[in-house]
């Protein structure tokens, strides 16, 4: 495996925790799903991940973005496990609705997994060679790395949106900037 094709894998997993998190801000609005406060974790862990993602794609890869990676996605599956933990017991209502058979907590504790293997594999599999003094980040990387941005900004607009400048409620059914309108 070469440079490029390390260059190319960080993208996609920068692309694909975008994709994550624009979808659980879809899923917000169109659901009328208002995330919990472990639920709110669980992005900030994503944005950890995708922070580290995005230091290899700008900067070149190096294994300390991939520690970056890692304590973002351990942090992100320790809430989730969390989440997850208060649900499992038999009788206890979900939080939110299930996207093909399972909630989005799991979902997320999976995806944390994976990035957990996936940068594990990639670190012992780890070349000298995949750091490059001259490295010049390509058209889609940027354009990734702005997708990640905008979707950043979106979480913290909506969590600003839902919890005001105050604790978020632990079962919310409203935005607290919408309702002081009413």
């Known amino acids: 495996m070469n440079n490029k094709h390390v260059t190319l894998l960080n993208t996609l997993g920068l692309l694909g925790i975008t994709f994550v998190l624009l979808m659980g801000s879809v899923l917000q609005v169109a659901w009328n799903e208002l995330p919990c406060p472990l639920c709110l974790l669980q992005r ?3 944005v950890m991940v995708m922070f580290g993602f995005m230091l290899n794609v700008v900067y070149g890869t190096q294994q300390r973005h991939y520690g970056v990676i890692l304590v973002g996605a351990l942090f992100g599956a320790a809430t989730a496990l969390r989440q997850v ?5 038999p009788g206890t209502p979900g939080f939110g ?3 093909l058979g399972m909630h ?6 999976v995806i944390f997994g994976m990035t957990i293997a996936g940068v594990a594999l990639l670190l012992m599999l780890w070349n000298k060679d995949w750091t490059s003094e001259n490295y010049q980040m390509n058209k889609f990387g940027k354009f990734v790395c702005i997708l990640a941005i905008v ?3 979106i979480n913290v607009v909506s969590t600003f ?5 105050y604790q978020c409620p632990d079962n ?3 935005y607290w900037l919408l309702d002081m309108f009413k």
């Open 44 to 46: 900030l862990g994503f």
């Open 85 to 89: 933990s208060l649900h499992v017991i």
């Open 97 to 99: 609705s299930p996207i």
């Open 104 to 109: 989005y907590y799991t979902w997320a504790f």
């Open 151 to 153: 979707a950043v900004l």
């Open 161 to 165: 949106l839902e919890c005001g400048p």
């Open 172 to 174: 919310p059914v409203s």
